[in-house]
């Protein structure tokens, strides 16, 4: 019988997860204000959440998309290029385009969809991709769908870059050099100025995915500001995490953007945005863009907890504590809920084998004393933590999943 074969597949496969301590499921969980969560019955303060500056909660995002929902409905019906372009989406694109000085801007309906359509869009089978190994799996996913040849870069290596465009550009007929421009499970800037000179001298197009940027770094523009202003021609990021909505998009020259637009599977094939969101968003740019000193709160609190505890300098607002084992990265987790916060596990395939880690993620919010109390609930697994590892060879040309 199919289904009874479809069945065993699935429960065989839960099984594998489950001795390995990488079996998923959903806990519900009550967001109460962007910063305490309500679970299992406990009331935990969130340091899991990417809602860096806790605009989900705000009053001026919610009064947005309740207008926008008693103006223009719930849905939007189809794609932009079905039912018509709502003028909200002119105004977000502009105010993002000027917001990272690029010409145009494109909205997708996620930040997963955006790279899933920007890559094929770009590249094809005569061309080659470059990725660094611990892009996110939405880098991949695009990587992978362009069906161009794909190099992998060991993380944050310049040099090794280098050598791989020298030995490989001349094949190429377009090259693409794609990276996370804030690491989203390691915290860590790429190197971008040095990455934009690089390609600039090898007609290679650099393309960041600036997620855990927008917001929060950068005065509140992004990784490319935080490296001083490098050339990115193609600026990709989400509504989802500082912008406290959903969606993503990306910000290039208005050439690019026009391709995007009619060439874009994920935005051609995909309703658009619900109007509520695009107003949410437009809503959190306004503050982005007149509280600067909200923006730089989100860093400033990781550097005290890494502070606290006499750890690398935070370079972002997610600083990772590497436990190895999934397993022990679990009954840490579990420690600290029954401490009082949430501090969600990562275990593979999300981070490389051998790398589960306690993720900690700073908010605007966070109060300065919940910090120090944390840091003093952490410090014991400091010492317990092993050095950070190398990737496993093996994993260097595996896709993570984050």
Same mark, same amino acid.
């Given at each position: 019988m199919p289904m009874r074969s479809l069945d065993d597949f699935a429960y065989s496969k839960l099984a594998e997860l489950e001795r390995a301590t990488?079996?998923?499921?959903? +806990?519900? &969980?009550?967001?109460?204000?962007?910063?305490? !969560?309500?679970?299992?019955?406990? $009331? /935990?303060?969130?340091?899991?959440?990417?809602?860096?500056?806790?605009?989900?909660?705000?009053?001026?995002l919610k009064a +947005?998309? &309740?207008?926008?929902?008693?103006?223009?409905? !719930?849905?939007?019906?189809?794609? $932009? /290029?079905?039912?018509?372009?709502?003028?909200?989406?002119?105004e977000l694109e502009e105010r993002l385009a000027r917001l990272k000085g690029t010409e145009a801007a494109c909205v997708f309906g996620s930040g997963y969809l955006a790279n899933a359509g920007i890559i094929p869009a770009l590249a094809g089978a005569s061309d080659l991709i470059l990725i660094d190994e611990l892009a996110h799996a939405c880098l991949w996913a695009g990587t992978n769908l362009s069906r161009a040849r794909t190099l992998v870069l060991r993380h944050n290596d310049v040099a090794h870059a280098k050598a791989l465009l020298s030995e490989n550009r001349a094949r190429a007929r377009n090259t693409l050099l794609v990276t996370d421009g804030v690491f989203s499970m390691d915290g860590d800037l790429a190197p971008l100025q040095e990455l934009a000179a690089l390609c600039a001298a090898f007609d290679t197009w650099l393309m960041t995915d600036d997620a855990h940027g927008l917001g929060v770094i950068g005065g509140g523009r992004g990784s490319a500001f935080a490296a001083g202003g490098a050339r990115v021609p193609l600026q990709m990021g989400t509504l989802s995490k500082a912008i406290?909505?959903?969606?993503?998009?990306?910000?290039a020259s208005r050439a690019v953007i026009d391709l995007m637009k009619t060439r874009a599977r994920t935005l051609i094939y995909s309703t658009a945005l619900p109007p509520a969101?695009?107003?949410?968003?437009?809503?959190?740019?306004?503050?982005?863009?007149?509280?600067?000193?909200?923006?730089?709160?989100?860093?400033?609190?990781?550097?005290?907890?890494?502070?606290?505890?006499?750890?690398?300098?935070?370079?972002?607002?997610?600083?990772?504590?590497?436990?190895?084992?999934?397993e022990a990265a679990l009954q840490l987790s579990n420690k600290l809920a029954d401490e009082g916060f949430l501090v969600t596990p990562i275990r593979p395939p999300t981070v490389p084998v051998g790398t589960a880690r306690l993720r900690f993620a700073f908010t605007a919010l966070h109060p300065d004393e919940e910090i120090a109390r944390l840091a003093e609930a952490v410090r014991p697994l400091v010492a317990l933590a092993p050095a950070r590892r190398e990737i496993p060879k093996e994993m260097a040309k595996c896709p993570p999943s984050s």
């Open positions: 990488l079996r998923r499921t959903l +806990a519900e &969980t009550l967001r109460e204000d962007g910063l305490w !969560v309500k679970r299992d019955g406990r $009331r /935990l303060l969130s340091f899991s959440c990417n809602d860096y500056l806790n605009l989900s909660h705000h009053p001026a +947005a998309a &309740t207008a926008a929902i008693a103006h223009y409905g !719930v849905g939007a019906g189809a794609s $932009r /290029l079905v039912t018509g372009n709502n003028p909200l989406f002119r406290g909505g959903y969606g993503g998009y990306l910000c969101m695009v107003a949410a968003a437009i809503a959190a740019l306004t503050i982005i863009e007149s509280e600067p000193e909200l923006t730089a709160k989100p860093l400033a609190k990781a550097r005290a907890f890494t502070s606290h505890l006499g750890l690398a300098q935070a370079q972002s607002p997610i600083v990772p504590l590497i436990i190895g084992e999934p």
